[in-house]
Nanobody
Framework: QAQLVESGGGLVQAGGSLRLSCAASERTFRTYAMGWFRQAPGKEREVVAAIDWSGDSTYYADSVKGRFTISRDNAKNTMYLQMNSMKPEVTAVYYC?????????????????WGQGTQVTVSS
């Protein structure tokens, strides 16, 4: 089974930037649909962005459009989330997720594999 490991989280001031990475151990990573989710204290986990197997199609939650960018490098078995103009409201644990054999996945229950999560905290 694929193993996913997130990295790049941390503490950043409002208006700053972070780049999250999700590294997969599986050589067939290029066949995976991928996504980023987040869960803030006291709230349900929600989708942030998703990307298809080729990287040609993407989806963003309305709250992050224009500020976050999802991308992938299949040669490196890695997915990224570039977060710019960060606000305190985006503070949460961010999770990487993957689904084999699907072009695009929007819903949490459809993903097969999950990373352990990485904390992102934005100070005011």
């Amino acid at each position: 089974q694929a193993q996913l490991v997130e990295s790049g989280g941390g503490l950043v001031q409002a208006g700053g930037s972070l780049r999250l990475s999700c590294a997969a151990s599986e050589r067939t990573f290029r066949t995976y649909a991928m996504g980023w989710f987040r869960q803030a204290p006291g709230k349900e986990r929600e989708v942030v962005a998703a990307i298809d197997w080729s990287g040609d199609s993407t989806y963003y939650a309305d709250s992050v459009k224009g500020r976050f960018t999802i991308s992938r490098d299949n040669a490196k078995n890695t997915m990224y989330l570039q977060m710019n103009s960060m606000k305190p409201e985006v503070t949460a644990v961010y999770y990487c997720a993957a689904r084999r054999g699907a072009s695009m996945v929007y819903w949490e229950h459809e993903y097969d594999y999950w990373g352990q999560g990485t904390q992102v905290t934005v100070s005011s």
